[in-house]
């Protein structure tokens, strides 16, 4: 795992503080962008269910043998591993130039008690290893949500930035896109995410350059 990372995670767990209270149950996918001028971090959130057709990624990789999620493991080794290679397959570009994401975290949440997703600090939330003790019979994928955050430090400037899915085989799904930049909101939109089909991240005219943990600082300024 990278320091530069290792430095989101850190800024992610501060980040906490300002999470809301628990909200309505969320869109079945919902993706929030996160841009600063020379990294960006996304974080996804999508039906455990959907892990294959979305994916192309075999859920055996979440689900144990007895087919539920093995949360004890999680909060203790942690789930970047994991997480890298469940959404290995998205991928990302900006003017043609193509590029990986790295784990941040991942973690699954039962569906009837739903997080707030609407922005980066709610994602610091759905994505940490908590410790809430959940009933194993809803760790199974019908009653779960999965939450993701992947990172990368190799766009520049304010092209617009690309998504890549893989193509599975499914229907086009519908997903609805939250676009920060340095933590300030950009707008929100509904896309349609095509079987093997891209999400086009569009930037404002310039993306400020405050940087991460500025942007961090800005928001717990704001508690």
Not at 150 to 158: A, L, N, P, V
Request: with cysteine; hydrophobic share 45%; aromatic share 8%.
């Amino acid at each position: 795992m990278s320091m530069r990372v290792k430095a989101a995670i850190s800024s992610a767990i501060i980040g906490l503080a300002a999470s809301a209270a628990w909200a309505e149950a969320p869109d079945e996918l919902t993706l929030i962008v996160n841009r600063d001028e020379d990294s960006a971090t996304y974080y996804l959130s999508m039906p455990a269910d959907l892990i294959g057709p979305v994916l192309a990624s075999d859920p055996a990789l979440l689900f144990s043998d007895n087919g539920r999620v093995p949360i004890e493991e999680f909060r203790r080794v942690g789930s970047f591993d994991l997480a890298d290679d469940i959404f290995d397959n998205i991928t990302g570009s900006q003017g043609g130039d193509a590029f990986a994401f790295e784990a941040m975290s991942m973690m699954v949440h039962p569906t009837d008690t739903p997080l707030p997703f609407e922005a980066p600090w709610d994602a610091y939330t759905a994505i940490a290893v908590c410790t809430v003790q959940y009933d194993p019979d809803k760790l199974v994928p019908g009653l779960l949500q999965t939450y993701y955050g992947g990172f990368t430090d190799q766009i520049s400037g304010d092209a617009p930035l690309s998504l890549h899915f893989p193509e599975t085989g499914r229907d086009a799904l519908e997903i609805v896109v939250h676009r920060y930049e340095s933590g300030r909101l950009m707008g929100t939109d509904v896309q349609v995410l095509d079987d093997g089909g891209s999400l086009m991240i569009e930037t404002g005219k310039t993306v400020a350059g405050s940087g991460w943990m500025r942007s961090v600082g800005s928001w717990l300024g704001l508690l």
